[in-house]
């Protein structure tokens, strides 16, 4: 059996990750900085020194890149290509900031951009952290940093990735990567965007 890291898991289980990583043959290995949400290992992206080189299939990671600073995106990178085995790979999705300061310009800060599980979502919130958590002291939850799809392609490219695929939604506010150890041809990389990527 295949075996995926959940990097930033919260609560979410296997089954909220992508639909190629939620069947049957895919394990979940779930990886959070916070232990109250019982990860099997507890961690921070910029020192995942709990999960052997080369010891995952898979990687997932939703909405943890933007709580890191700009400076520690690298090194958090290097660790995900570290985990990885050689024909590994990563999905990853985080705010598109680009679709948010859209909303922003004009004038839309406060106003609710989608209705998220947990509760309605500003474009404040998407830029520094959603306010509700935030006020209950969970201060690892605040934003530090932002990704355009051209900036996100450039530093999964940056870390090392031989093949990156970056999706745009700004209907959703979102961008989806794609960023495999090793170089893909046209039709692998196509088989995992299907695989993983949701509609755009």
Do not use: N
Request: hydrophobic content about 45%; aromatic content about 8%.
């Amino acid at each position: 059996m295949s075996r995926f890291l959940h990097v930033g898991c919260g609560p979410a289980t296997q089954d909220q990750t992508t639909p190629g990583f939620a069947g049957a043959d895919w394990q979940e290995v779930r990886f959070d900085i916070d232990p109250s949400v019982k990860p099997d290992i507890v961690g921070t992206m910029t020192d995942m020194s709990g999960v052997p080189d080369a010891s995952m299939d898979g990687l997932f990671s939703s909405h943890s890149l933007e709580h890191l600073y700009p400076f520690e995106t690298l090194p958090a990178l290097a660790e995900f290509l570290r985990v990885l085995r050689p024909a590994g790979f990563a999905v990853i999705t985080c705010p598109d900031i680009q679709s948010v300061a859209a909303g922003v310009a004009e004038g839309k800060l406060l106003e609710t951009l989608y209705d998220s599980a947990a509760g309605p979502i500003s474009a404040l919130d998407v830029l520094y952290g959603w306010r509700p958590a935030l006020a209950r002291g969970e201060l690892h939850m605040a934003h530090r940093s932002g990704f355009t799809a051209d900036v996100l392609a450039a530093v999964l490219k940056h870390a090392g990735f031989g093949t990156v695929v970056i999706r745009r939604r700004p209907a959703y506010f979102d961008l989806w990567a794609l960023a495999a150890k090793s170089p893909l041809d046209r039709a692998q990389a196509e088989a995992l965007t299907r695989a993983h990527f949701p509609p755009a």
